[in-house]
Each structure stands twice: as C-alpha cells, then as structure tokens.
T-cell receptor, first 109, second 114 residues
Framework: RKEVEQDPGPFNVPEGATVAFNCTYS??????FFWYRQDCRKEPKLLMS???SGNEDGRFTAQLNRASQYISLLIRDSKLSDSATYLC??????????FGKGTMLLVSP | GAVVSQHPSRVICKSGTSVKIECRSL??????MFWYRQFPKQSLMLMAT?????????EQGVEKDKFLINHASLTLSTLTVTSAHPEDSSFYIC??????????FGPGTRLTVL
C-alpha cells in the first residue's frame, strides 16, 4: 500500500461548482498533514495545513479523520484559477514530507 | 511566506557531465534543506535531507556518490549530479525548513541529459 494515496482525476468542473478531494495515508504515526497546490511545471505551494478539528480558509475547507487515516479538501465556488494539481502531504516526522501523486482539477468557464 | 531560490532553472547537458544545482533561502536561515525529484506525472520523491555543517541523509535507493550534497552555510545547499545520464533527466526541487517547521520550496530545476 502506498504511503499517501489520492485519486489522480482529472476532476472537470464548471466555474462555481463545489468539488471535494480525498486522500488516505498508511502510516498511523504520521504527525501533520497538508494540502499543497502544484501548477504545471512549477514547484508545490502550501495551500493549507489540516487539523483534526477541521479548518477553513476562505473557499477551502480541510478535514482530517485520524481513525480512518483520511484527509479531505473541499473547494467551494470554484474559480478558473483553481485549476491545478492538489497534493496531499503527510509529515512522518522530523519534517520529512511524503507526497501523494496529486489530484488534477480543471475548472472550465 | 519565506523565499527559496534555485539556480539554474533549466539545464541541458551531455551524458557524462556533472551538473550543480544551488538552493538558497533568501530571507531566512535554514538549518535543514531537502532535495526532491519529480518525474513526469509522478509524485515528488524525497532524495535526501541536507543539514548545515553535516553529511546529508539519503533516502533508500538514492546513490550518495552520484548525488553529492553540500550544505556549507545556513542559506545555501547544493546538489551535484555527477556523470549525468538520460535517466537522471527530471525536475529537481529543493525546500528549506524554517524555525517554525514550515517548508518552502524553490522553483525547481529542470534537468535534461542528452
């Protein structure tokens, strides 16, 4: 089983739609969790950290379920500029990040 | 967020040559930097962890004699791909860790070995 698994997509949605991405991780000792965004041929950029209590940043909501080892990202009111690959990232200790392959999102007019 | 630069952004070289990539934290000191590699449509894979003033820690399967890492100062780490071959062609990305334990990524170096 891979350490971090994501549906690769692509998810094709119209502007204004709500879209959700899921991610599972295999190491129950993982300590912290993140969603990164990566545009084509660019470096990943931190979108948000993920906390057990759930957290929201504008149109983005992240949830963590430690018991199920499951992380989610919800994007509301999708914009064209949200088109990118969303990477689920798990910190397995000492700042060692493990990346999922990413889920591609394509938002169309 | 903090700024990390990488140089060069793109390099094309002949098989057998060595290529050096620099990673700099521009507005903060980074005791730890990380080197990743990403092949097309694949996830970022950690190659090694670079600690200032000490030897790098390499991930399993990464040859330390082929990928030389030097972290001589708190703002600079270098990765040298020695005797590069076409299979080394990839997107190499560094990241630097802040004192708050956040990681910021450089813009990446696209290496093409002919």
């Amino acid at each position: 089983r891979k350490e971090v698994e994501q549906d690769p997509g692509p998810f094709n949605v119209p502007e204004g739609a709500t879209v959700a991405f899921n991610c599972t991780y295999s190491n129950s000792a993982s300590q912290s969790f993140f969603w990164y965004r990566q545009d084509c041929r660019k470096e990943p950029k931190l979108l948000m950290s993920v906390y057990s209590s759930g957290n929201e940043d504008g149109r983005f909501t992240a949830q963590l379920n430690r018991a199920s080892q499951y992380i989610s990202l919800l994007i509301r009111d999708s914009k064209l500029s949200d088109s990118a690959t969303y990477l689920c990232v798990v910190n397995r200790g000492y700042s060692t990040l493990t990346f999922g392959k990413g889920t591609m999102l394509l938002v169309s007019p | 967020g903090a700024v990390v630069s990488q140089h060069p952004s793109r390099v094309i070289c002949k098989s057998g040559t060595s290529v050096k990539i620099e990673c700099r934290s521009l507005d903060f000191q980074a005791t730890t930097m990380f080197w990743y590699r990403q092949f097309p449509k694949q996830s970022l894979m950690l190659m090694a962890t670079s600690n200032e003033g000490s030897k790098a820690t390499y991930e399993q399967g990464v040859e330390k004699d082929k990928f030389l890492i030097n972290h001589a100062s708190l703002t600079l780490s270098t990765l040298t791909v020695t005797s590069a071959h076409p299979e080394d062609s990839s997107f190499y990305i560094c990241s630097a860790r802040t004192v708050h334990n956040e990681q910021f990524f450089g813009p990446g170096t696209r290496l093409t070995v002919l």
